[in-house]
Each structure stands twice: as C-alpha cells, then as structure tokens.
C-alpha cells in the first residue's frame, strides 16, 4: 500500500511538472535549447573524431604494418637545394682539378642487397612507376604502369578477384605479362573474363595473367607513405618493366650527343633522372626493429651511392600513428567544446528555472497551502528540469545524427556515429538538468506558503 500511495503521489507532482512544460511551451523550448544543441555538438564532433581515427587505422592498413619507404632525391632537387651552400666548394673542386662524386641512383641491386644482407628484413620490394596508355580495339586510356614483384601484393594486403600472381619464371626472365587493376577490366573487357587475353601498353603486348579486386581505398600515391589506389594500374613484373619498356639507368645515344652539344655550347645539360626504382618497400620482422633497421639501411646505401644521400627514409607507420596522436588531441578538444556547451544549456536551465520559481509564487503557496510538503515542491521542479533536459537530450540526438550524416555528404567528411558518444551525451544532458535544477527546486521548497499567499 506504501509503495502504491509513494506512486501515486510522486506520478501526480511529474505530471503537474509536465502540465507546467506545456503551459509555458516558448519558456520550456529556449530552456531546452542549450541542451539540444550540446548533445547535437558532442555527438558531431566526435563522429566527426571517429571518422578521422578510421581514416587513419585504414591508411595504416594499406601502407602495411613494420613498413620503411625508401625513395629517390632526384639530382635536379639537390641541385637546387645545394646550390647556395655549395657554389665557392665548386669553384675551388673546379679550380683544383677535383672530380664530382658520381651515384647511380636508387636500383634494383640496392634492393637485392638489403634483403640479403640486413637481418632484420622481412621482405623487400622495389617499385618503378610510368604513365602510359593502354590499348585495345579502338579504346585508349592513360594508366598507371607498376613494375614490381609479389611481395607487393602481400605487403599491401592486395587480393584477387580472378587469375593468379606472377610465376617464379615470369619474374626472372622478365616475361610480358601483367596484372590489371578492376577499372583496366571495366574499361577494355567489360563483362568478358580478361583473364589469357592481351592488352597492349605502349608498344608491348601483355597477357593478362589476374585481376585485382576493386578497393574501397583511393589514394594519390604520390607521398613518402605511399599509399595508392591499384583500381586504375597495370602491374608488370619488375625486370619486365626494365628490359621491355624503360630503364632510366641506361645512357642512351641521344644523350650522349646532347650532353656534347651542351658541352662545347657552354651550356648546362638537362638533369634526368637516373634512378632505376621509384620506391624501394622494406618490411621488418619486428615493430621494435623500424628505427634501427632503417639506419643501417640508410647507412649501406649511402657507402653504395659513393657516399652521397640522393636518397630518403621514412617510417609512414610512425608518421600515420603522429598524425593519429594530433587527430585525437584534435578531438579532445572538439569534445570539451561540445561540452562547455552542454554545461551552458544546464547554466541555462538553471537561470529559467530560477526565473520561474519567482513567477510561480503564488502556484507553490498554494499547493503548500493545500497540503504539499517541501519534497513535493522539490519533486515538482526538479521533475521539470529532468524532463526538459532528457526532451532536449533526445532532440539533440536526432539533431546529432542528422548533421553528422549532412557533414559526411555536403563536405565529404568521414563521419562514425558510435553508441558510446550517444549514451555519453545523453546521460550528461539527463545529469545536468538535475544537478543545475536542484537549487531552484530547493529554493521553492524553500519558500513560505503565507507569504507566498500574499503574493
């Protein structure tokens, strides 16, 4: 009976306290606000924040865990970039007599070299990368011409969708075959399996020998980390790349005859690029080891090069896992913004709250009068605050939920929504109308019915 009279008595002050809310729709909606748009922030921001860290989690994926990238300082940037320091050092080699160091650049036999002397590597696979088109009855189209080996494939986590990898022969004798990229079948086979027909890049004819199967992933692949979209690649065997179509290391007549003509005109030659590979993949047996095994490599490769650094070593994992740190710091602060407001829309709550009890005197003289104690008054205005802070909470949510889906199409942004930021900001919004609503309804509790009468 108790339990029944506490019920009857506590339901009848929540729906005084509703009838209140509806009776003052404007009042109860601007009290609100602060709540909705708080919850709205924090649930945008931090799927915004969830976005990012996906972004980042899946690029750490596609470059390849215990990953060094080693590429090429072409000779023309450290021209530029030496120019100033090392001008009177010229002159006084010139005047001297001295000779120039020469290196061949970043090749094949570099790569050979560090998987079989450094102990630490796992894997090791050289990349060279050319722009050309593709052909085949009638359609033409610019693609991305990859020389390298299997270990790409594994290094990046890369599948077929038809077809298999290159055969221990292929690789050795430098065959004309290839793997496509899933747009390369769209474009020239379309519905037809590609797999034993040709396609002629350049000059040469391939024989499709797989397919790769489409990524969700697009990259530019044009950074140090090296992440990059094989949707639109033709991916040649390495030795392929350098015995059929071009192989930078080699000096050509042409070149010869234009460096003499360069000479005798007084003029500066043409730097080219000389390096046989583009990027150079090492993978490391264990994480601990990145740091030093990238220091040895770089120190084998620089006794290799005649002790000159035309080359660069990064870590992109370490760069990825920075760029994750400086995203989540990011976040935290978005998070407490969002917060602050949160805390304001309670601020808020409590003022108008404040305001009402001074507006509705004579409503708590009377119900005092009448046989209300001061729990009830409390119940009364706390119940109302609670109310419009869990209404504000779930207005938020769906406001929340809705902007995070806006941002991700208007500005094509990223956005996770997780279960964890809605019950956070839901639970806060319900925590601080009772927190910031509890004086107010103290102060009515508070007040004297006789003088509340008079009123």
């Known amino acids: 009976m108790k339990i029944r009279a506490y019920y009857n008595r506590y339901s009848y002050n929540v729906l005084i306290a509703v009838e209140a809310i509806f009776a003052n729709k404007v009042k109860s909606l601007l009290t609100a606000l602060g709540i ?24 750490i994926k596609m470059v390849g865990v215990n990953n060094i990238i080693v590429t090429p300082i072409l000779q023309a940037d450290r021209a530029s970039s030496n120019d100033t320091k090392s001008s009177a050092a010229t002159e006084g080699n ?5 000779k120039k160091k020469f290196s061949k650049g970043l090749t094949l036999l570099d790569a050979e070299s560090i998987k079989q002397v450094i102990p630490t590597v796992q894997d ?75 396609i002629k890049c350049g ?41 059929r179509f071009r192989n930078r290391a080699l000096i050509k007549s042409d070149e010869v005859k234009q460096a003499s003509l360069s000479s005798s005109n007084a003029i500066a030659p043409k730097i080219e690029d000389t390096n046989q590979l583009d990027k150079i993949i090492i993978r490391v047996k264990e994480t601990q080891q ?45 998070g407490a913004i ?20 001074m507006e509705r005197i004579r409503e708590i003289g009377t119900r005092q ?19 419009i802070s869990v209404a504000g909470g779930i207005i938020g949510i769906i406001l929340g939920v809705a902007l995070s889906k806006i941002i991700q199409t208007m500005f094509d942004i990223k956005t996770i929504i997780s279960v964890f ?35």
């Open 421 to 455: 930021s809605i019950f956070i900001s839901f639970g806060v919004s319900v925590f601080i109308g009772i927190i910031f609503g509890y004086l107010p309804a103290k102060k009515a509790a508070e007040k004297d019915p006789v003088e509340s009468l008079r009123q």
């Open 124 to 198: 090791v696979c050289p990349i060279i990368t050319f722009n050309y088109t593709a052909i085949l009855n009638d359609i033409s189209s610019p693609i991305k011409l990859d020389g390298t080996d299997n270990t790409y494939f594994n290094l990046f986590d890369i599948k077929l969708e038809s077809g298999t990898l290159f055969h221990h022969q292929h690789i050795e004798d430098g065959n004309p075959v290839c793997i496509i990229g899933s747009n390369i079948k769209n474009v020239f086979f379309n519905q037809i399996d590609p797999v034993g027909k040709f």
């Open 369 to 387: 009068a009448i046989g209300a104690s001061r729990k009830d008054i409390v119940f009364q205005f706390l119940s109302e605050s609670t109310l």
């Open 338 to 357: 969002a917060g602050i407001s949160l805390i304001v829309g309670g601020i808020g709550i409590m003022n108008i709250m404040l305001a009402s009890v």
């Open 36 to 59: 909705i748009f708080g919850v709205a922030a924090v649930i945008s921001m931090l799927a915004i924040g969830n976005g990012a860290e996906q972004e980042i989690l899946e690029q």
């Open 94 to 98: 010139q005047l001297t007599g001295s």
């Open 203 to 243: 000059q040469i004819w391939l024989l499709v020998i797989g397919v790769i199967e489409k990524r969700s992933f697009a990259g530019t692949g044009s950074g140090t980390m090296a992440i990059s979209s094989t949707d639109n690649s033709i991916i040649i065997p390495v030795k392929t790349m350098l015995l």
């Open 290 to 334: 990145l740091t030093s095994t990238a220091k040895i490599a770089g120190n084998m490769l620089i006794r290799k090069h005649n002790d000159i650094r035309d080359f660069e070593i990064s870590i992109p994992e370490l760069l990825l896992k920075q760029q994750q740190k400086t995203k989540n710091i990011f976040n935290i602060v978005l």
